[in-house]
């Protein structure tokens, strides 16, 4: 399930700074393929963050009031995502660095459970999709190292 949308990309960045950090030629013509490599990227990058403590992609039909702290993340990692791969650009502004961070730290946080999702009730958690049970074991009694000699 997408969390945002390259017209969600493009209302952020406003259409002359979306054609310039997605055309891959001149800097002036917008390029619809790479806003949505873009976007997915940072989609990705969202799940993995995440998935050591929910299931990704996150349910939003489910959990509709993560809509928007969804989007913000994730656009968030778009924008620097955009600046970063753009040939045209030198150097990331300060600002773009600064909210990629805070968005980093912040799904970092949920995912170890120091910042919580702002939803109803707990989205799922991982688990096996088949539903087999997960299986644990206690550590080796006897390694190599402790029958050596024997």
């Known amino acids: 399930m997408a969390y945002v949308s390259v017209g969600d990309l493009r209302a952020r960045l406003g259409a002359p700074l979306y054609a310039r950090l997605t055309d891959r030629a ?3 013509s917008p390029d619809d393929g790479v806003g949505q490599r873009i976007v997915a990227e940072a989609e990705a990058e969202v799940d993995a963050l995440l998935a050591p403590r929910y299931r990704t992609p996150l349910d939003l039909a489910a959990h509709p009031e993560l809509t928007g702290v969804l989007r913000a993340r994730v656009l968030d990692l778009a924008e620097y995502l955009a600046w970063k791969s753009s040939p045209f650009v030198a150097d990331l502004p300060q ?29 799922a958690s991982p688990g096996r999709a088949d539903g087999a049970p997960r299986a644990s074991s206690r550590p080796r009694e006897f390694t190599g190292v402790e029958l050596d000699g024997l």
């Open 95 to 123: 600002r773009v660095k600064e909210i990629y961070a805070a968005a980093r730290d912040w799904l970092a946080a949920v995912a170890t459970g120091a910042a919580a999702l702002p939803a109803d009730g707990p989205p």
């Open 26 to 28: 001149g800097g002036a």
